[in-house]
């Protein structure tokens, strides 16, 4: 349902339907999945400080989850879409430590954002461990 709410145009509904759904300890809610899609739902309407409090979030749970790939793409996203390369760089950095690989949308948006914030080392980082992970990097 917060799939459907967020790639309808309505990510504030999928929100609110996650936040009252987790506040009352439903199982469905606190799965990795909804919390991927949570974050998703932050990217779209642009809350990258609350998606990252998902994100974090996770593994303080009871019983605790690990983040995904969908969890990190999403944050990452958000924090793009919010203009804070910082924040983004970090999560990618979080997210290669842990020895997940993002996609390859989301090292372009992330060299992007890098890039445009001055932020070139950081862009030419990510854009190194892309290639090492063997991602082929197209009009960069």
């Not at 998902?54 to 879409?81: E, F, H, M, S």
């Not at 996609?103 to 372009?108: D, L, P, R």
């Not at 070139?120 to 082929?136: K, N, S, Y």
């Amino acid at each position: 349902l917060m799939w459907a709410l967020v790639s309808g145009g309505q990510p504030e509904v999928a929100l609110d339907l996650f936040d009252g759904a987790s506040q009352a300890q439903w199982p469905a809610a606190m799965s990795t999945k909804s919390f991927a899609a949570a974050i998703d739902a932050c990217a779209a309407s642009q809350q990258a400080r609350r998606a990252v409090e998902y994100l974090v979030q996770l593994p303080r749970l009871d019983p605790p989850l690990v983040p995904n790939n969908a969890c990190y793409n999403g944050a990452i996203t958000a924090c793009c879409k919010g203009g804070d390369a910082q924040a983004a760089y970090d999560l990618w950095q979080r997210m290669v430590d842990v020895e997940m690989r993002p996609g390859s949308q989301i090292v372009h948006i992330l060299v992007d954002v890098c890039r445009v914030n001055g932020k070139l080392d950081e862009a030419e980082q990510v854009a190194r461990v892309a290639v090492e992970h063997g991602m082929i990097l197209e009009n960069m």
